[in-house]
């Protein structure tokens, strides 16, 4: 999940984040998902510890709500088609719920593991 972005680069300079937005959203629609009804967080793989314990702390109704998606979507792929445009997901509802919580357990483990490579020593008397 951690891989290079320019977002916060883009996102401190308000004019190249106007100039960005209309190409973005383009290409959030052509990528095609949101017409099988998921969301971009649905497309994360779980192949990932980190990404497997961000699923375990999502609340119920939102990990119902992803389980049902993702088996809508792969019943519209088998047969081909696309849901109808009134139960496709709008842009307005396409929001992160797991990227947040993924990137707290990524500073947790960060955390935890900077405490473990912590060496504590004897402090010298002064004389």
Known sequence: MSAPSLTKFIIKRPWLQRWMMPLANWYADAAGYR??????DDLIPEENDTVLLALKRLPPKESYDRVFRLRRAFQCSLAHQLLPKDQQTPPEEDYPYLSPIIQAIEAE????????A???GKRKAKA
């Open 35 to 40: 017409k099988l009804g998921l969301r971009a």
């Open 109 to 116: 483990s960060k955390e935890r593991d900077d405490l473990e």
């Open 118 to 120: 912590m060496v504590v």
